[in-house]
């Protein structure tokens, strides 16, 4: 058994373009000497730890040498990180045979190759290259394993300086460390990034007399089921697009939603009105395959649900942008005020963690309908 408080962590460094495993350490006379022994041991200012040769050999004498001397930390060191569950293939093919400009530095094929074999969402796959390339042309000059922290760092400067958001840098973050880290095999390489600070920005409604006008002044059947499903069954705008006649249960009430944000598939509640309102755009439009599809009957676009929702917003006169997912965030809401469970709210959305779901409460209106304002309480009388 090591001993209490002597742990070693590993750290994956990169070096004049050569593979270094770090040994991060408090100091101690004890591991201190070991480390000496160790091929190659060099002492590292810039990382503040001593690292050797990256190999087979090298990882397994630290093992050896420090069996019951100090517990060894690789969970930062190996990527035991699972593919994706979901067996649905993605094709990205179009970012190889697509034309770019002279001098574009276009995403390695091994990038490529790990999103389809990790199975990636194609969302997540086309973010990770846009934003991967868009990192790589920044250095356009430099190869890739000569990337260190600092051009890291720097990068992530000049996209605050340019004013991007909170979100876009995170994306950036995730883009450059899933190669690094999935693809090179170098989990943890850039552990002294820092992301940006969280913003914690709570979800934006509206009511449900605004949903109800939404709705109402919506003529044509195909937009108002659009718009009825959206809300009516707290789908994300991708969910809808991807639904089939086949995913619509009327004997049960349910809709099934598959391969949903993380590769999940789950069940959400289908609504006797939209049910009713699904029959009649059925034997109008005859969709083939999806459940709302476009004029050459592919895939409806996102860009015409953003489009049909705005619209409808701005025939019910509500000031506020509305959008597809904010009538996501309604439902939970209003759920939630009806006296729904936040667990059944949980699984309707398919959010992984409770946390997430619970930013909801701080939306509702239950929690302070029964507060009374201490201004009420001061006896006032303005015509005096």
């Known amino acids: 058994m090591h001993q209490q408080g002597r742990n070693i962590t590993l750290k994956h460094l990169f070096i004049d373009e050569a593979k270094f495993i770090g040994l991060k350490y408090y100091p101690h006379p004890t591991i201190d000497a070991i480390v000496s022994t160790l091929p190659s041991s060099t002492w590292s200012g810039k990382y503040s730890m001593h ?25 930062n060191f190996f990527n035991n990180r699972p593919a994706n569950k979901s067996n649905a293939p993605i094709d990205i093919d179009f970012y190889r045979k697509r034309e770019h400009p002279d001098n574009f530095r276009a995403c390695p094929e091994e990038f490529l190759r790990k999103l389809e074999i990790r199975q990636y969402a194609l969302n997540t796959a086309k973010t990770y290259i846009t934003f991967f390339e868009n990192f790589i042309n920044h250095y ?6 000569s990337i260190d922290e600092n051009d890291v760092r720097n990068y992530l400067q000049s996209l605050v300086q340019q004013g991007r958001s909170h979100s876009y840098l995170n994306q950036a973050v995730n883009s450059i460390k899933f190669y690094f880290e999935i693809v090179m095999g170098m989990p943890n390489r850039f552990y002294d990034i820092e992301r940006p600070r969280p913003v914690h920005q709570l979800p934006k409604v509206i009511s449900k007399e605004e949903v109800t006008d939404m709705i109402q002044k919506t003529k044509n059947i195909k937009h108002r089921c659009i718009i009825s499903l959206l809300y009516s069954a707290g789908l994300r705008r991708g969910e809808l697009l991807k639904l089939k ?3 619509i249960d009327g004997k049960r009430m349910l809709i099934t939603v598959k391969g949903a944000k993380g590769n999940k598939d789950r069940v959400t ?8 309102e699904l029959r009649i ?3 109008e439009y005859r969709p083939i395959m999806y459940l709302f599809e476009g004029p050459d009957k592919n895939q409806y676009s996102g860009e015409s649900v953003v489009k049909i929702v705005k619209s409808a917003a701005d025939r019910a006169r509500i000031k506020k942008r ?12 209003h759920l939630l005020e009806d006296g729904a469970d936040l667990r059944y709210i949980q699984s309707l959305l398919g959010h992984s963690s409770s946390k997430t779901t619970e930013i ?7 929690h302070v309908k029964e507060i009374r304002s201490p201004l009420d309480s001061l006896n006032l009388d303005i015509n005096t």
């Open 245 to 247: 006649m086949e995913d």
């Open 281 to 283: 755009y059925y034997k």
């Open 322 to 333: 509305v959008t597809p997912h904010m009538l996501r965030h309604s439902f939970a809401t």
């Open 140 to 145: 356009a000059s430099k190869s890739l394993d």
């Open 269 to 276: 509640i289908l609504s006797p009105f939209v049910l009713k």
């Open 360 to 366: 909801y409460t701080q939306v509702t209106l239950n």
């Open 51 to 75: 690292y050797i040769p990256n190999t087979k050999g090298n990882l397994d004498k630290i093992f050896q040498l420090f069996k019951g001397v100090a517990w060894v930390n690789s969970a």
